[in-house]
């Protein structure tokens, strides 16, 4: 039944079954309310529940089990494992994500972060620092707190620290590790030990009161269609960026580019604007048994969240 779980503003439902390969995110725990992390509006919030402790063993494990990766990675991964396992022993079990858009909509508007919860913030200072030294990452401070900077993401080491493109950072503020784009990291920070007002949109409120009422290992609610339009518009002025550099030297060339580009993007903006209007948040909700994770999905409509409940 397509309506089975998510009340009346809920046009899609499923679930499916998926044999877990790893115990790393097996742990089932109480939902509990989502932190406010950002004050600008958020187009996602979730939680994970991750067993750090097991991280290190895990990727040990996965090396071994490649000849090539072996032979390639294992004498590095030696050399920094003592410390790896100290610092994981210093973070928690839970993981928050979130990601926010600011308006009106500019180059630095979208930000994405992970807060990792830290139940040993000394040793989290410690083992990082020399950790981070090993990965280049450039020291700096940030209001009084320690913050770590790295261009480009890393590449896999800092795919494994969950980085992304750009700009990343990583900084302990609070009880939480941050970890995401240098902007939003730092928007976090300052909102440590602060009461905020902010709260979440009406959509994702929706979207998170939709979840199975059961322990669980993790959940997102996720505004999808509004976070694809916004990527959209964030890559046209990436283009638009683009072509005015061009122009200095050929804008005959950056004219006709330009042109192709307004062309072929044009439905495209129109077809998710419609998406965007006709359909509100999706979630995502997953919890282990003994031999498997269980996973529901669920499509609100857009009217998810409004006056009528």
Known sequence: DPLQSGGDFCLFHAKTFCVTPTGLMAKNTEQAPMPTFFETDQLSVGRMNMNFAGVTSWIQSVIRSNPMLQMNMMQGFEQIEPIMTEMMDSL???????????????????????????????????????????????????????????????????????????????????????????????????????????TLPQGLQAGMSSLPARDLAGWVSSDVFENMQATMQLEQLQQESSLDALAEDDPELAEEIRAELREESSGMREDMKMFAEAFGPVTYAWWSTDDAFKFEVNLLGADAGSSSD
């Not at 994405?112 to 401070?141: P, V, W």
């Not at 080491?157 to 609070?174: D, F, K, N, V, W």
Request: aromatic content about 6%.
């Open 92 to 198: 928690g079990s839970s993981v928050h994500m979130a990601s926010s858009l600011s308006r009106p909509i500019e180059l630095d508007s979208m930000h994405s972060i992970y807060a990792i919860e830290c139940t040993d913030t000394q040793k989290f200072n410690d083992t990082f620092g020399m950790f981070a030294a090993d990965l280049g990452m450039e020291h700096r401070d940030f209001q009084g707190r320690v913050m770590y900077v790295m261009e480009g993401g890393g590449g896999m080491m800092g795919g494994l620290l969950g980085m992304g493109e750009g700009s990343q950072a990583i900084a302990l503020g609070g009880s939480h590790v941050f970890i995401g784009d240098l902007n939003g990291v730092e928007e976090c920070l300052r909102s440590v030990g602060r009461e905020s007002d902010a």
